[in-house]
């Protein structure tokens, strides 16, 4: 079974420019999930979503960061302009529906961003 | 909201020492509770996690979590570590939901494991 995919593993821009990341997740995995990991935290929840609707995007700085999943498959979480603090792991995760809410999240390998 | 405090950012042991690695949570709501691992240049996978039940839980490599309501505690253990486990480990809560409904899974800080030849 494939897992979690993310691209590009890595990327450098500068400040105030754009850059956005892409995640398709387990075939069959309604949940799809974007975490931001900065050095020395724990991943932080941007946005989730239930198919291609949005459960929870609280966490999300909405004046700079986007997300989407149009056909309820895979994403893009795009940050627009870039500030030095956004420089972090970009996580992707997909987890199954299912009772009670202990379901596992499987991650990808997510996507370095460097803001300089 | 929940909370989730892993008290030791760092622990460097010996291979065939014991370890446990400590998780305090906060929350107001009955939690389900999780303890991720992440290998150098690997995603997070689950190592284990409590949902009901027994509250020690175990591993298929060896680790074991026990799972303390009036502590808000869910501890991670190994009697005997080896190189291999050398990663960083993260403690995990989500509130409990009834339904199909997800709560936030929220993670700690991390603990680095670094086992020692």
């Known amino acids: 079974e494939a897992g979690v995919a993310q691209s590009p593993r890595y990327k450098i821009i500068e400040k105030r420019q754009s850059v956005a990341f892409w995640c398709n997740p387990i075939?069959?995995?309604?949940?799809l999930y974007w975490y931001q990991q900065i050095l020395g935290q724990g991943p932080k929840l941007l946005i989730q979503?239930?198919?291609?609707?949005?459960?929870?995007d609280s966490q999300l700085p909405k004046d700079r960061f986007s997300a989407e999943r149009l056909k309820g498959v895979d994403s893009t979480l795009k940050i627009q302009p870039a500030k030095l603090e956004d420089s972090a792991v970009y996580l992707c995760a997909s987890s199954l529906v299912s009772a009670g809410g202990g379901g596992e999240l499987f991650f990808g390998e997510g996507s370095r961003l460097t803001v300089l | 909201a929940q909370s989730v405090t892993q008290l030791d950012s760092q622990v460097p042991v010996f291979e065939e020492a014991p370890v446990e690695l400590r998780c305090n949570y906060s929350s107001s709501v009955s939690v389900y509770l999780f303890w991720y691992v992440q290998y150098p240049n690997q995603g997070l996978q689950l190592l284990l996690k409590y949902l009901s039940g027994s509250t020690l839980v175990e591993s298929i490599n060896g680790f074991e979590a026990e799972f303390n309501k009036s502590q808000t505690s869910f501890h991670l253990r190994k009697p005997s570590v080896h190189i291999s486990d050398t990663a960083e480990y993260f403690c995990?809560?989500?509130?409990?939901?009834?339904?199909?409904?997800?709560?936030?899974?929220?993670f700690g800080q991390g603990t680095i494991l670094t086992v020692h030849p």
């Open positions: 075939s069959g995995h309604a949940t």
């Open positions: 995990a809560v989500r509130a409990r939901a009834g339904g199909t409904s997800y709560g936030k899974l929220t």
């Open positions: 979503f239930q198919n291609n609707g949005v459960v929870d």
